[in-house]
């Protein structure tokens, strides 16, 4: 019996028991969808020791974790619908900010929409897809959910001049915007005020036998850090002082840059007069940029905390992820736009009241963030969603694999360790016009395509074409390869070693065999 089958038939198996894993069959469970914004695994749980998470550590501890989940690119919109539909961005053909998938790629069916096809009533509160075109401005309802999504009235203030000035006293748009909540417009922020949303229709769903879908999604870690004042208190910047590069890794192809503009255009960034593309950040500021930030994840896990409170965990599946991560400094970058690891990897928690956590529930595989829409279908016992295969433009199928098996317990070693993400670029260097960070559709001349696996990651900068979606393998304005035996921070790129030809030359052809 070959390795595939063996898979199959233990998978079966482990539908009723899994290798010391006692599975309870309830069903119809409700799922709990959490999304934050942003969000590096900065969890304590997950060996992050600057990282105050008593709430997902929790969610953790009773659950199952992946340590190598990747998004596919590292920018919101086409990350979200992304993992929503199950399909890579080359699938709905978004890069951008720009185009609604239904209209630009096909009519593919997301993941709340199959669970609201299969009986649930399914809800959106807060940032789940992008608003804007890239969900129709409607955050894809009526198709997606059963309810209007709910969207907090204070997000209207998120880039608006709210923060105030220690020095001058004026209402100033900062990165850094420490606030009192109750002074602040409707005396109160965005993430209150879905975490309240959601605590009102878990209660008003106690009772009801119908199942439910509920997505929740958070908009912090975003920038700005415009966060309750007292979480700064639990981080002090002396916490964060690290060795730093103040400039890009050896070997970096300039295409490969991020010139975080989306830092620059602050206020309080832009007094500072940080020369572009390459900065550096003064020292100091750097330490604080940090504090903010874990000052921002602590915020969201208290919410997180007071919503979990009203979960009834007996028939309640938790998911917890991000749309991808962020840099805090790693590559001399702050923010996210780039294939590293830092800008793409994301947590991946998976609470499932059928399956009882084992004495290991840490999970490295490397997996992606397109697999969640299957396990979640796999999990809920609703019938299995099919993998596209080379019908990439069926309506009703997915590019991801179900995790499921490796929750309750089979590897299945026939499944690879890899992940595909892609980033692209107006040009082979930063610049202002065209933002080579944040490109529109028509400006992109070149896709970085990455590939991670177990132990290396490889990524190709090649010809683009916008008008057809067509590569030109012919065209290579930049190659990186980082080796995790050595590298985890990825600083040293190794592509131009002769050692190592073989080996990118296979991650060359396996890049060419997934986008040709």
């Known amino acids: 019996m070959d390795s595939v089958k063996i898979c199959i038939v233990l998978f079966l198996?482990?539908?009723?028991?899994?290798?010391?894993?006692?599975?309870?069959?309830?069903?119809?469970?409700?799922v709990l969808l959490l999304v934050l914004d942003d969000f590096r695994p900065a969890i304590k749980a997950f060996g992050d020791t600057k990282a105050i998470t008593p709430n997902i550590d929790r969610l953790v501890k009773n659950g199952y974790y992946f340590t190598n989940a990747f998004a596919q690119q590292s920018i919101c919109a086409p990350s979200r619908n992304s993992f929503l539909t199950g399909r890579r961005p080359d699938t709905t053909k978004l890069y951008d900010f720009y185009s609604y998938w239904r209209e630009a790629a096909g009519n593919f069916t997301t993941l709340p929409q199959y669970f609201k096809h299969n009986g649930y009533r399914t809800q959106s509160i807060g940032k789940i897809f992008h608003p804007g075109i890239s969900s129709n401005f409607t955050d894809d309802y009526p198709l997606s959910w059963s309810n209007p999504p709910y969207h907090p009235s204070t997000a209207d203030y998120m880039n608006k001049a709210t923060c105030i000035d220690k020095i001058t006293g004026k209402m100033t748009n900062n990165l850094l915007c420490p606030v009192v909540v109750q002074l602040q417009p409707e005396g109160t922020l965005p993430d209150i005020q879905s975490t309240a949303a959601a605590k009102d229709f878990l209660k008003s769903h106690r009772n009801s036998s119908e199942?439910?879908?509920?997505?929740?999604?958070?908009?912090?870690?975003?920038?700005?850090?415009?966060?309750?004042?007292?979480?700064?208190?639990?981080h002090k910047t002396t916490d964060f002082k690290t060795l730093d590069l103040n400039y890009p890794p050896h070997g970096l192809p300039a295409v490969a840059w991020s010139?975080?503009?989306?830092?620059?255009?602050?206020?309080?960034m832009m007094a500072l007069n940080i020369s572009y593309p390459f900065g550096p950040i003064p020292d100091a500021v750097k330490l604080k940029i940090r504090q903010h930030y874990y000052a921002a994840v602590s915020y969201?896990?208290?919410?997180?905390?007071?919503?979990l409170k009203d979960v009834n965990y007996e028939d309640t599946i938790i998911v917890l992820t991000s749309d991808h991560g962020w840099s805090l400094g790693e590559h001399a970058e702050w923010s996210k736009f780039s294939n590293y690891d830092v800008a793409l990897k994301v947590p991946l928690i998976v609470y499932s009241p059928q399956v009882k956590?084992?004495?290991?529930?840490?999970?490295?595989?490397?997996?992606?963030?397109?697999?969640?829409?299957?396990?979640?279908?796999?999990?809920?016992?609703?019938?299995?969603?099919?993998?596209?295969?080379?019908?990439?433009?069926?309506?009703?199928?997915?590019?991801?694999?179900?995790?499921?098996?490796?929750?309750?317990?089979?590897?299945?070693?026939?499944?690879?360790?890899?992940?595909?993400?892609?980033?692209?670029?107006?040009?082979?260097?930063?610049?202002?016009?065209p933002d080579s960070d944040k490109p529109k559709l028509y400006q992109i001349k070149i896709m970085g395509y990455s590939l991670r696996t177990k132990q290396f990651r490889y990524t190709a900068w090649i010809g683009f074409d916008p008008n057809t979606?067509?590569?030109?393998?012919?065209?290579?304005?930049?190659?990186?390869?980082?080796?995790?035996?050595?590298?985890?921070?990825?600083?040293?790129?190794?592509?131009d070693r002769p050692q190592l030809a073989q080996i990118t030359k296979?991650?060359?052809?396996?890049?060419?065999?997934?986008f040709g």
């Not at 296979?506 to 997934?514: M, N, V, Y």
Request: proline share 8%.
């Open 13 to 30: 198996t482990l539908t009723s028991i899994a290798r010391g894993t006692t599975v309870q069959i309830v069903k119809r469970p409700n």
């Open 211 to 234: 199942p439910f879908f509920l997505a929740v999604g958070y908009y912090k870690p975003h920038i700005p850090f415009k966060i309750p004042a007292e979480y700064l208190e639990f």
């Open 259 to 268: 010139s975080y503009l989306d830092i620059r255009i602050r206020d309080d």
């Open 300 to 307: 969201i896990d208290d919410l997180i905390g007071q919503l």
């Open 357 to 433: 956590p084992r004495s290991e529930n840490k999970i490295d595989k490397v997996v992606e963030l397109l697999d969640l829409f299957p396990t979640l279908v796999d999990l809920a016992g609703l019938p299995p969603i099919e993998t596209c295969g080379s019908k990439v433009n069926a309506e009703t199928c997915v590019e991801g694999k179900s995790l499921q098996p490796f929750i309750l317990g089979e590897t299945c070693d026939s499944q690879p360790d890899e992940a595909f993400s892609q980033y692209p670029r107006p040009g082979t260097f930063p610049s202002v016009h």
């Open 469 to 495: 979606f067509t590569r030109d393998w012919t065209k290579i304005y930049g190659e990186e390869l980082y080796d995790h035996t050595i590298d985890l921070q990825e600083n040293m790129n190794l592509v």
């Open 506 to 514: 296979w991650l060359r052809l396996r890049l060419q065999e997934k």
